[in-house]
């Protein structure tokens, strides 16, 4: 029987937030997760697929059951004896398989593979050695060198056995007593390829995908791509952003940095220059945390996030304070509402009662316009939040603002816009286990003061920026899944206060 091995039993403590509740081969890459991109790539070549979790990972085997592969089997690890990715291996390796291919859970190779048989394994060269189980032609392995020989290569993941009998033998005779060293793969391996000669297969750092630390993680996964119509360059100290399909939103964005209220400047970068006949701007480059990086990865911890929430509740205080007479705002939100979901006559004509009842329907405020966590930073030394790519209009409401940050907080906008979803429908479900408690933080302190009315209104268009948004990303119909979803349960959560 020719058997594959995927060793899934780690905590991913190394990815914070996500690592504390999810296993890091159930998190996906552009919608789908990892284990199950390793599963379908290599399942039309083995007889049986072996993916082991511990009671660390028992959402691992509960995927492995949703998933309902005949093929594919759930090996349990115990806690006792020595752990480490070697041990979770060899849980699986009976000595009976004809022939056994490892798959690391946390990386994808997106190189083709013609032969799974031999012994060999899939190599490439690293700048640096530090984090890497390093190889020659000789199979010499050196376990994170600070330096080594230019002919040594860092071993990437995929190991071919073509004889388990003598890996279960090896495994046998090395002393499993002392708990508290992980069991690595270089102590398989060394002995192991004293009996065979192993063949390195050197794929392009390229094709190699790392999910392992937060870092690689968050450079995988890119959140903060681009919109198709604009061009970021970066300098040391600046950026500069760029727009030829839509110069005048480039121009409105820099035309409401540079007109802000002088309460508001201490909230916005620098602005170097605006540049009318490129469609350009310059502006500071911000070195302190995104908050979209701080909630989905890094740190939820309320007590984190409260001077975060009082300079955002200062920032709409002002905003709340400028008010002027006008009309136009509310009216150009249910029409541009009702024009990208012209389905939800019913729904506009309650969001246009509620803005009536709130007694705002006259009413604008200074406001940002797209406040949302992808769009602000935070500098914990100085203790002081910025935002960044303003609507360009300079008046709206307060409110909205505050339903772009709902969106973000308890709608989870953030989390579906990155992508951490798993986009099968029959297994729904966004990543943001986790996050219950610094919700409440949030509506606690942001909707305290607000009135009855005040809090369905701000329900009400947060559901309307889900609906709304959907046309924006057609080219992405998973994301709107999700976005629908959204809608409907703010909605909900308006009609029933």
């Known amino acids: 029987m020719k058997v594959a091995i995927i060793p899934a039993a780690g905590k991913g403590s190394r990815l914070y937030e996500l690592g504390k509740n999810y296993p890091k081969t159930l998190l996906p890459y552009d919608g789908i997760p990892i284990l199950e991109r390793i599963i379908f790539k290599i399942l039309p070549v083995f007889d049986e697929i072996r993916v082991v979790f511990s009671s660390n990972t028992p959402l691992v085997n509960e995927y492995i059951k949703n ?26 390796v009976t000595g009976e398989e004809e022939s056994l291919f490892l798959h690391l859970s946390d990386s994808l190779l997106n190189y083709s593979i013609e032969d799974y048989s031999g012994n060999w394994v899939s190599v490439m060269k690293v700048s640096d050695p530090s984090r890497w189980c390093m190889i020659n032609k000789d199979a010499t392995l050196i376990e994170k060198p600070t330096k080594c020989p230019s002919d040594f290569y860092a071993l990437t993941g995929n190991y071919s056995f073509n004889n388990p009998k003598i890996l279960k033998e090896i495994h046998s ?10 069991y690595q793969f270089s102590e398989l391996l060394e002995p192991y390829f004293g009996y065979f000669k192993v063949k390195l297969k050197e794929h392009k750092p390229s094709d190699f995908l790392d999910f392992g630390t937060i870092e690689q993680f968050l450079k995988n996964n890119k959140s903060d791509e681009c919109r198709s119509f604009n061009k970021i360059k970066y300098t040391k100290n600046s950026v500069i952003k760029i727009s030829k399909s839509e110069p005048n939103k480039i121009i409105n964005e820099a ?14 970068p620098r602005i170097y220059s605006i540049n009318p006949y ?77 803005v009536h009842l709130c007694k705002v329907d006259c009413e604008s405020t ?19 939040l910025m935002v960044i790519d303003p609507r360009g209009e300079l008046y709206g409401h307060w409110l909205y603002d505050l339903a772009k940050l709902t969106h973000s907080f308890i709608g989870k906008f953030d989390f579906i816009d990155a992508k951490l979803f798993n986009n099968k429908l029959t297994n729904a479900k966004v990543y943001s286990a986790g996050t219950e408690e610094l919700e409440r933080y949030f509506a606690k302190e942001m ?17 309307s920026l889900f609906a709304s948004m959907q046309p924006l990303h057609k080219d992405y119909p998973d994301k709107n899944y999700y976005f629908e979803e959204k809608f409907h349960i703010f909605d909900k959560l308006a009609k029933n206060i």
Not at 451 to 457: D, S
Request: charged share 30%; aromatic share 12%; proline share 5%.
């Open 67 to 92: 998933l309902n592969e005949r093929k594919v089997k759930p090996i349990l690890v115990p806690d006792e004896g020595r752990q480490g990715p070697a041990r979770s291996f060899m849980q699986a």
């Open 366 to 384: 200074f406001y940002h316009g797209d406040l949302h966590l992808n769009n602000m930073f935070f500098d914990f030394p100085r203790g002081k």
């Open 447 to 463: 909707y305290s003061k607000l009135t009855k009315n005040e809090v369905k209104l701000v329900y009400k268009i947060t559901a």
């Open 255 to 268: 035309t409401w940095f540079k007109y802000v209220p002088k309460e508001i400047q201490s909230f916005i």
């Open 173 to 182: 005779k090395i002393d499993h007593s002392d708990e508290g060293i992980e």
């Open 278 to 354: 490129e469609s350009s701007y310059e502006m500071e480059r911000l070195k302190s945390i995104k908050l979209r990086d701080l909630f989905i990865h890094i740190d939820r911890d309320p007590q984190t996030w409260s001077p975060i929430i009082g300079e955002i509740k200062s920032f709409l205080e002002i905003c709340r304070n400028s008010k002027i007479a006008s009309s136009s705002f509310w009216n150009q939100l249910i029409d541009k509402t009702l024009l990208r979901r012209p389905d939800l006559n019913i729904f506009v004509t309650e969001l246009s009662d509620l």
